[in-house]
T-cell receptor, first 110, second 116 residues
Framework: RKEVEQDPGPFNVPEGATVAFNCTYS??????FFWYRQDCRKEPKLLMSVYSSGNEDGRFTAQLNRASQYISLLIRDSKLSDSATYLCVVNLRGAGKSTFGDGTTLTVKP | DTAVSQTPKYLVTQMGNDKSIKCEQNLGHDTMYWYKQDSKKFLKIMFSYNNKELIINETVPNRFSPKSPDKAHLNLHINSLELGDSAVYFC???????????????FGPGTRLTVT
């Protein structure tokens, strides 16, 4: 079983749609959680951190469920510019150990 | 100002050659990483250095040798290149709190390596 598993996708949605991505992690020692975004032929960049209380940044909402070892990302009112690959990332306790999911590709169409 | 920079951006070479990729960060971070992203776009960690010390080596062939001359630099040397080494190699850095925890990683633009 992979340490971090994401919806395989791809997701193809129309502009304005709401889309949700899921991610599960297997190591209960996981300490912090993130969503990164990677555009085609570019480097990954932090989209948002994920906290147990849930957090929102504009059209993006991230949620963490430690009991179920599950992370989610909700995008409301999708824009064409949201088309990218979204990577779920989990940091273990201790220095420098991050595990990236395989990514979920989103394409938003006009 | 570029936070994490890598050189070269593109590298085309023949099998059997030896090549190096350089990485520098000007963020003052104490931890640096090398990742490999293959043709399927899966991003896998190769190495992690904390204050110039190797802390993670993820089952990478010993043809790959990282070197960290100081906290701001982490270079990757690859001997006897093989076709399967073709990928995009990303350098990253982060400032890891004591005991680990919450830290984000900043990535360089990547080096696209093609072995022919």
């Amino acid at each position: 079983r992979k340490e971090v598993e994401q919806d395989p996708g791809p997701f193809n949605v129309p502009e304005g749609a709401t889309v949700a991505f899921n991610c599960t992690y297997s190591n209960s020692a996981s300490q912090s959680f993130f969503w990164y975004r990677q555009d085609c032929r570019k480097e990954p960049k932090l989209l948002m951190s994920v906290y147990s209380s849930g957090n929102e940044d504009g059209r993006f909402t991230a949620q963490l469920n430690r009991a179920s070892q599950y992370i989610s990302l909700l995008i409301r009112d999708s824009k064409l510019s949201d088309s990218a690959t979204y990577l779920c990332v989990v940091n273990l306790r201790g220095a420098g150990k991050s595990t990236f999911g395989d990514g979920t590709t989103l394409t938003v169409k006009p | 100002d570029t936070a994490v920079s890598q050189t070269p951006k593109y590298l085309v070479t023949q099998m059997g050659n030896d090549k190096s990729i350089k990485c520098e960060q000007n963020l003052g971070h104490d931890t640096m990483y090398w990742y490999k992203q293959d043709s399927k776009k899966f991003l896998k960690i190769m190495f992690s250095y904390n204050n110039k010390e190797l802390i993670i080596n993820e089952t990478v062939p010993n043809r790959f040798s990282p070197k960290s001359p100081d906290k701001a630099h982490l270079n990757l040397h690859i001997n006897s290149l093989e076709l399967g080494d073709s990928a995009v190699y990303f350098c990253a850095s982060s400032q890891v709190p004591m005991g680990g925890g919450h830290y984000e990683q900043y990535f360089g633009p990547g080096t696209r390596l093609t072995v022919t």
